[in-house]
């Protein structure tokens, strides 16, 4: 069985009677791995559990192994013919954990899990119940619930596999083709009762009973059909109906496949014939390939009795592998026809090309076709198939040549190969350059330690040859000994890139191989192209072999008795080992063995006294074993378990060593208790004076057992930490002594008492060094409460700078700032809010859309902070806005004052006029001055007296007719004022005079007037006063928001006037008077005493008026004004 080498130990115990001393009571041995691993390959050549190698050409469905009770492993395999002399592995069938997987090679999806396509990615790995499949590249490795292992390689055509039973398989448990594992190869060919069959083994009996004995049943197998299908469509019991030798095929065709088997080092005679033939049954190298990877078997099957061959061998082979096709005319494409055997006679053998991917048209027009005749001993005839040359760029052309004979003659005539490939190359146009590997001197010794040997390679680059180019190659292990890095030079497969000149045809590949004096198997190797830069690869692969040079040395191996125990408590506790002596033993000789730490929980020299052991051992001739005794030092410490390995070094010369072993102290200890602190009962006041005792427990759990010490100190700590002065004589440190048997104390620490306000100040409580003890929970913390008190703080806000225009866009911060007065020693919070205030209160779009709120927090010390207020600016015109911050929720701090108030400034207007003023229309346009007079958000109407309550206002008539009070237009020239006179004197009727008045009604509230007046003039009828009018701006309501008095003083008659009214208005009413003084008279007409309607001779009989005048234009705004 192929598995890792192994160690044992022999114990003898109780021998049964008093007087029996036992010595020596352990021995130590060794089993070195020697056994092939099962590999059947091939056309299908057999290895047993065993080590027996055996062809089997039978064509069917086979039990490859199978459990002898019949449960759980059963593995079978499916063969089919290739030409009349041999058969190939073309399927698998295992039964993992209940379920049939199978590996098909002629079946496009090549696995199947009880008959449904499965597909595992390359590197991926497939749980079949307890049992997986694993994919690896084209090679599938199956494990079966109890561990078996079963690997089919899918080389595109035939499979080849192995196999390793999983550990606890036992001696003769299982059956097959395979062998029944018994260590034993003479009888490995049985029935499935367990009757062997003698070896050497007739023919008939191989192929017959024995064949026959392990052919899958319908009942048992487990492969996947088609319909109609079954076991029996697989079978041919006449094949093979006699064995296939070397001698029977053509000596070329044989000379070529030794030529590549030779080339991959396969030596063993076995499977060097069974590759060779397998080359030159199929032309495959991936038959040399499969050759590689098998360990030599330990014994090879004679069959006798072979019926002999009494036909003609027909093998059909390409001379070249690809040819040119030419620009013109034709190119011979050569195929040889070779007869061997029985060459008696004359024989004719048919040909035709009846595949790949050629055409008519590359072969002169029709696809060749024809009859050779071998006369009497003739062994060979060849075809020549002509290439018509071309000059059309294209790519390479397969061409398939088929041979068959007449059905007469058919039982005459045995085919080795039945068909040959060739490949038309093309050579027009941009031909790509072709690179090949082949060994040059690529199988050889690998010398003595510190040698050296080179390995040669040959790399081609053909068909064109005109630019630089590169190409990669590495090399990897190959079969079941293959190389490791350590088997080169620089530790390292070789890999690199080979750099191609311009016109350079050839680089040589060389590999230095590290030289050593071990004994061990051939070691293989393939170096493989990839990757050129331009071009194709052919031939991509070549092979190597590292052969062993080192004879037969004596080995010391190390090798453990007891390699795991107790420490103890005290005193020493002996490790044992034996080091045994192999091979050449007739030589006394010596070995060094040393001590050293290992694994994750090492040793130290402290488990062994002070020194890690070493040592020498001598062997005289003809010992094979010595005992080395370690002591390890017993200890009470609680510890992870300790690993040490002893390793032999500095043999005597020419001998090797083997691998150091491992032993594992196991602690013997328990643990050590554990010790923690917390604070007892809730933190205390420190007092006015003296000292108040704050407690904390110091607790230990575990062992308790042992005598065990403990470190505190005693630190401030926290945002305001205590300090020395806050206990008596200063901060608190020392140890605790725990006494076997003691769990519990207790620590009390004295905080002297003062009457000083101050914060709570923390400190903690922290264990350190702890002896035979481990600390658990470190620390703890305590609290000094103050108890000395003061007033809070008192808590004010005020506004700063809390009046602001809001802005167009983004936002603008109104700030308030909350004092803080009073105790300032502890930190204080309070939260606030805001709220709309006022006839126009704000609300949560002008802040966004919520209303702020949050809280502020002093710390100790601190006495002000302040509240910025974001406030969204817009475009809307409206009224200012008021808000409130109330302070409220008081933390350490009483509320003085709770609030102050902000306003949202409106910036943003509106405004319209009407009037016909400064560009007055023309007269010609009769609705001109309606037109100038109109506006959709203001009415204009009037009243003879404004001082008449029961008189209600009139809309005036934009004319400029009549002469009526109120009974004519109101318009004169454009300008408006009140038709009709009070007192008739002024040849203009429309002005504003005497107790007249001229209102505004607006839609919407304003916030500013400005108009423009005519005819306004200063003392124009003789009175000494001036004329004067006035403006009244009314509410909703009417009541007054304010007015303002106006006096004529241009030379000219106009003045413009302008009044604003933040609180806004909606009605503006205009009226005339006099000015006296200081004073305005309304509706008054001088006289010298200035007492109003008066006679002559100022008043001229009554005919003369007092103040008058025109409206020209009349604007309103709404919005922001300027209050500052």
Known sequence: MDEADRYYTVTIQDPGKDTVVIGNPVAAGAILDNDPTPRPRGDPHMITLDGLAYDFQAVGEFVLVENAAGEDLSVQMRTRPVGDLASLISALAVDVDGH???????????????????????????????????????????????????????????????????????????????????????????????????????FADLYGAFADAWRVTHASSLFDYAAGESTETFTDRTFPSHPVTLDMLAPEVVAEATR??????????????????????????????????????????????????????????????????????????????????????????????????VDAGDLGGALPAGVVTFGDGETV????????????????????????????????????????????????????????????????????????????????????????????????????????????????????TLVFGRDEGAQTLRMRVSGDDLLERNERFVVTLRNPSLGVVGEATAFGMIENDDAFVARHSILPINASRSEGNEGTAEFSFVVVRSGNVDAATTVDFVVGPTGSSSVDAADFGGTLPMGSLTFAAGEVEKRVSIQVAGDIDHEADESFAVALHNPSSGLVVGDPVTATIVNDDA?????????????????????????????????????????????????????????????????????????????????????????????????????????????????????????????SIAAAGANKPEGSAGTVQILFTVTRTGDLSQASAVAYSVTGSGAHPADATDFGGVLPAGSISFAAGEHEKQIAIEVSGDGTVEKNESFTVGLHDADNGTIAAASAAGIILNDDTSSFRIGDAPARPPRSDAGAWERSWTHSGVSIAHKANLGDSSEPFTPVLF???GSGVLAGGDISAGDLGVSGQTKATSSVLQEIDGTEGLRFVLDEEANEITFLLSR??????????NEAGRVQLLDAGGALVDELFFYADRADGTKQVSLAAPEGFTQAVFSAGVQDGDEFVYGGYANQDRSGFGSSPFAASGSLHGSDYLIDLVAFKSGYVDML
């Open 671 to 795: 643990p050590l208790p554990s010790i923690g602190i917390w604070r007892i009962g809730a933190n205390l006041a420190e007092g006015d004076t003296g000292t108040t005792e704050m407690p904390f427990a110091v607790v230990r759990t575990g062992d308790l057992g042992v005598r065990s010490i403990v470190g505190y100190a005693v630190a401030g700590s926290g945002a305001n930490p205590a300090a020395a002065s806050d206990f008596a004589g200063g901060l608190p440190a020392g140890s605790v002594t725990f006494e076997p048997g003691e769990d519990f104390k207790v620590l009390a620490f004295d905080i002297a008492g003062d009457a000083l306000l101050e914060v709570d100040e923390g400190f903690s409580v922290v264990l350190s060094d702890a002896v035979r003890a481990v600390i658990g929970t470190g620390s703890a913390e305590g609290l000094i409460v103050n108890d000395d008190s003061s007033a809070a703080p008192e808590l």
């Open 381 to 496: 005839k060849s075809v020549a198939v002509p290439v018509a040359g071309d000059t059309q760029i294209e790519s390479d052309e397969s061409l398939l040549l088929e041979i068959s004979v007449d059905d007469s003659v058919r039982d005459r005539v045995a085919f080795a190969t039945v068909s040959a490939q060739a490949t038309i190359a093309n050579d027009d146009g941009t031909v790509l350059p072709r690179f090949e590997i082949e060994a040059v001197s690529a199988i050889k010794a690998e010398g003595a330690d510190g040698e050296t040997t080179e390995l040669v390679f040959r790399v081609l680059r053909t068909e064109n040859l005109s630019d630089a180019v590169t190409i990669d190659y590495e090399v990897s292990g190959l079969g079941g000994d293959p190389v490791e890095a350590d088997d080169f030079m620089g530790g390292a497969l070789p890999a690199g």
């Open 260 to 357: 590549r088997v030779d080339a991959a080092g396969i030596t063993d005679p076995v499977l060097r014939e069974a590759a060779i033939l397998d080359f030159a049954l199929t032309h495959d190298p991936d038959f040399v390939i499969g050759a590689t990877k098998v360990v030599d078997p330990s014994a090879a099957l004679e069959v006798i009795a072979e019926p002999s061959a009494t036909q003609s061998v027909l093998a059909v082979v390409s001379r070249v592998g690809r040819q040119a096709e030419g620009n013109s005319g034709s190119t011979d494409l050569v195929f040889d026809i070779h007869r061997s055997g029985n060459t008696s006679g004359e024989l004719s053998v048919s040909y035709r090309v009846v595949g790949g991917s």
């Open 1016 to 1025: 306004f003039l200063s003392n124009d009828d003789g009175t000494v006063l």
């Open 100 to 202: 049939r997987v199978t590996i098909n090679t002629e079946a496009a999806d090549v696995l199947r899990v009880d008959g449904v396509v499965t597909e595992v990615a390359d590197g991926a790995t497939l749980a079949v119940g307890a049992g997986q499949v694993q994919r690896s590249g084209d090679t599938y490795t199956l494990t079966t619930a109890s561990g078996d292992l079963i690997s089919a390689e899918d080389f595109g055509g035939h499979l080849d596999l192995a196999l390793i039973l999983a550990n606890g398989r036992a001696p003769g448990s299982v059956r097959g083709l395979l062998g029944n594992f018994n260590q034993n190869t003479a009888d490995d060919l049985a029935l499935p009762d367990g009757t062997a069959f003698a070896q050497p083994i007739a």
């Open 959 to 961: 004319g400029s007719s």
